[in-house]
């Protein structure tokens, strides 16, 4: 499903070169078949967000937004339906959009959603109307933060799975990966990536890559942190959390939400919650099966790295590393699967 090259994982259809000028000047066209979304400047840092004109894009080399767009198929507040003494269906479904520059990260978290939220015996339609209606453009990274470790996780910086195309930024000019159908119209008429050019992206791919993290033994991980979960190991690392939920809240495969009756504006409404709340798994009972911060540190890190594994044979986690660069208090998911790997724990071979 991934690799390493901007080719792995998937048949490429279309290899395309693109100047930068060309490129704001086809995404004004794209302003007139869809509504575009794109990371742009909202106050001192970026949001996806409907662009008005091409040059709120924000084109220059960054990271990543602080927050991902999964917030655009899974909002933090989602009316689900309305009542007034008759049942009334919200329209979930919304025509023609086009997300611009979102990192193969975030692209990834997606398709862990999918499964989570439509691979299943009753899949979520306000999820799946919003996913079939969208146009993904995303692009590579070409310097990855120091907080990034999509590598780690089997993941690439020009991983172009699971896009309808993927550009690379080579300063005044990209290269285009067109992968499917959908992606054929946006780039129609461009001339094909020449040998040289291709070259060019290769040799940047492979010095990108060789500088990230070397990929985590998946299974040797999972093993390691099934064998601890009745251990002291979660007291040390969960002691400094504060469980704010800023984690789980800026993590672009989180989907935990709940449920509420709003009385007064009649309607029914999905908002995020977080496994790391204490309210989240509280039982009407009064009992809390993950009563501190210890269990649900624990749930957090199991969930990404062991039952993912479990589910999919996939870990749960895309290595943005917004989790590490936003903790108040600088809990590093990288430094707590690194101890339960290097840790002895009864009945793991290391």
Known sequence: MKGNSPTGGRATMQVKWISKKELVARTAKWMKEYRIYAPIHNGNELAFQIIREPAQIVLNEYSN????????????????????GILRSVDYSEKNRLIFGIRPCDVHAMKLLDFALVDQENPDLYWQKKRESTVIVSRACTSPADTCFCTAVGGSPFN??????LFVDLDDECCVYVLTEKGIPLFKGLPDADESQLQQVQTMTEQVVAAMPALLPKQQLHDSLMASFETDFWKDVSQSCLGCGVCTFLCPSCFCFDIVDETVRKERVRNWDSCMFRTYSLEASGHNPRPTKVERTRQRVMHKFAYWVDLINEIGCTGCGRCVEYCPVNIDIREITAKALHQEFEGVKK
């Open 65 to 84: 937004t602080r927050y991902p767009a999964k917030s655009l198929f899974l909002p933090q507040s989602e009316v689900l339906m309305k009542y007034d």
């Open 160 to 165: 172009t799975a699971d896009s309808d195309a």
